[in-house]
């Protein structure tokens, strides 16, 4: 089952980093990692970022129902990522308080700290309908996607 999961990472991860080749714009490689990630993973009910600017979260790229536009930083899961600059794994949103729901069927979430040379420029927020849908592997994997693109 592990192995299962990362061999789907391990496919994602070369078609992202094949489809933004010599693509530098941020929103379009932003918007590839989405594309692939949400049409490849399972459980992945909603897929995109929030970008870092003028010191709070704005919504960028992303598949699934819509999202709130803006996150204070700190606050929720995406703000408490961004804050803290630590991937936030959530088994349960109902237990993580100050959770924000957009998507009142949004059960489990990942949240991952997106840096560019050092700099914190947004985070990956990834919603799943099924309890505990994110995992080490989901952490570590994400992580290494987000390192290569970014
Ligand atoms: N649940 C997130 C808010 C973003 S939506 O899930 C798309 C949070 O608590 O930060």
């Not at 990692?33 to 995109?48: A, I, Q, R, Y």
């Not at 709070?56 to 999202?67: A, C, E, F, K, N």
């Not at 069927?105 to 927020?125: A, C, F, K, N």
């Amino acid at each position: 089952m592990i192995l299962e999961k990362e061999e789907r990472y391990q496919s994602c991860f070369d078609r992202v980093v094949a489809l933004v080749e010599g693509e530098t714009d941020l929103i379009a490689r932003m918007a590839s990692v989405v594309g692939v990630l949400h049409g490849e993973m399972p459980g992945f009910f909603w897929t995109g970022f929030y970008r870092v600017v003028d010191g709070g979260l704005i919504i960028g790229p992303y598949q699934g129902s819509v999202g709130c536009l803006r996150i204070q930083m700190g606050k929720g899961v995406c703000g408490t990522a961004a804050e803290r600059g630590e991937t936030q794994v959530v088994p349960d949103v109902h237990a993580f308080p100050g959770h924000i729901a957009c998507d009142a069927r949004s059960v489990s979430e990942i949240v991952v700290p997106v840096y560019q040379d050092g700099t914190l420029i947004g985070v990956l927020d990834i919603d799943s309908e099924q309890s505990a849908n994110f995992d080490e592997v989901d952490r570590a994997q994400l992580e290494r996607l987000l390192a290569a693109v970014f």
